[in-house]
């Protein structure tokens, strides 16, 4: 339970860190830490207006996208503390979740009939389709390497002790950041600040959701940088600390990693669109060579 709720409060903090680092290195006056909480509580007040072209998947589709968001929160440990879920092969579940609600965001937008937003989702189904492999990879070179299928068990004996193990969580931790920007529509793959339809992925399928519904979609990207942010952390925080000390470095690290996103997206530049399958595949041959450096420590591979 603890895990949860701290996930919670770290994810409400996230954007605005983001906002905050990309208006200082801009030299612009900061916006508050709570900005983008202000906007959300300023939706719920508004009323959701919908298009007559639409049907009921489009009022589904938010409310299904958030609560596969705030499900998949339950199975991410913190250190030593378990998530409020976990059994064995959780993270192909967690997967599935996200894939749920990606899902019925892809047909939500479609069904507004609107040629932009049907673009928008067609370059979000490819994006999720091609990162997803990298992520199954990963994960499950993980489970080769510790013998186990849980995300808590998992982390829990993830040992790092020679210089291949220390390999594999720094490329890790590469793939996770990466990810996170994939499945948040951030750059490289994706502008959050765009307003240019033909190059919009993410904001281009939203353009038809308004108050209640577009909260919750802002909502459910909070929870998910919360989510890989966790991740992340449980590849740094020693397992061996008190908690206390643990949830500290915890914080630190999620803040650490609003940081980075907000210096890339303000010193990367955005990739050509024909170049983001290819940049995509990338990723999966990174967590193959992640794959192989497992087989080799476990001795599956012998080298003479």
């Known amino acids: 339970m603890i895990s949860f709720i701290i996930l919670i409060f770290s994810s409400i903090f996230f954007v605005g860190i983001i906002s905050q680092t990309k208006a200082m290195i801009r030299g612009r006056k900061r916006p508050s830490i709570l900005q983008p909480l202000y906007a959300v509580l300023r939706l719920f007040k508004k009323g959701a207006v919908y298009s007559t072209t639409t049907s009921i998947i489009f009022k589904l589709a938010p409310i299904i996208y958030f609560s596969t968001v705030f499900l998949s929160v339950f199975f991410i440990p913190v250190g030593k503390l378990s998530g409020l879920l976990s059994f064995e092969g959780d993270f192909i579940y967690f997967v599935y979740l996200l894939g749920l609600g990606k899902f019925m965001m892809i047909i939500g937008a479609m069904d507004t009939g609107s040629s932009f937003e049907g673009m928008g989702a067609n370059r979000e189904a490819l994006y999720s389709l091609l990162v997803e492999p990298a992520f199954f990879i990963l994960m499950g070179s993980l489970a080769l390497f510790t013998d186990h299928i849980s995300f808590y068990e998992l982390f829990t004996h993830l040992h790092l002790h020679n210089n291949l193990t220390y390999t594999i969580s720094i490329v890790s931790i590469y793939l996770l950041i990466f990810m996170a920007m994939v499945e948040n529509s951030r750059m490289p793959i994706d502008d959050p600040e765009t307003h240019l339809e033909l190059t919009m992925v993410h904001e281009v399928m939203v353009l038809d959701n308004s108050g209640f519904d577009l909260a919750l979609i802002h909502i459910a990207t909070w929870l998910k940088f919360a989510v890989f942010g966790a991740l992340i952390s449980d590849f740094i925080i020693p397992t ?65």
């Open 240 to 304: 061996d600390w008190a908690i206390p000390y643990q949830i500290l470095f915890f914080f630190g690290i999620q803040i650490l990693f609003a940081i980075i996103i907000g210096f890339l997206e303000t010193f990367r530049a955005r990739n050509k669109m024909a170049k983001n399958p290819q940049w995509l595949i990338m990723l999966s041959a990174i967590a193959i060579v992640v794959f192989l450096t497992t087989l080799i420590i476990t001795n599956k591979i012998i080298l003479h």
